[in-house]
């Protein structure tokens, strides 16, 4: 059964770079079909997709956070990548990564990890 584990900082500074990876195990991210996927919940509000990276390495971006984001992956480690540049107090929030298949979305039955908090704070 396919494992996903988020790592990364749990502290940015504003206007600093989060960086996070995705530890997948149990499944090979280029294995066909899914869309390997980072979303968040910041407090008080609901699941917001932030993007993805397929299984041939094609990456899609929220529009309203394209111009500051990056995802990438490494398939020798089996590893996908978030970088969100220039981080407000709005990016404060858990974030996720998934295995999610493109028919159903984040609503369908995908893979989550268990999240991993971010705080934006000076």
């Known amino acids: 059964q396919v494992q996903l584990q988020e790592s990364g900082p749990g502290l940015v500074k504003p206007s600093q770079t989060l960086s996070l990876t995705c530890i997948v195990s149990g499944g090979a991210i280029v294995e066909k079909n899914y869309y390997w996927t980072w979303i968040r919940q910041a407090p008080g509000k609901g699941l917001e997709w932030l993007g993805a990276i397929t299984y041939e390495g094609n990456s899609f971006y929220s529009p309203s956070l394209k111009s500051r984001m990056s995802i990438s992956r490494d398939t020798s480690k089996n590893q996908f990548s978030l970088q969100l540049n220039a981080v407000t107090p709005e990016d404060t929030a858990v974030y996720y990564c998934?295995?999610?298949?493109?028919?159903?979305?984040?609503?369908?039955?995908?893979?989550w990890g268990q999240g991993t908090q971010v705080t934006v704070s000076s």
């Open positions: 998934a295995r999610i298949d493109p028919g159903y979305g984040i609503s369908g039955l995908g893979f």
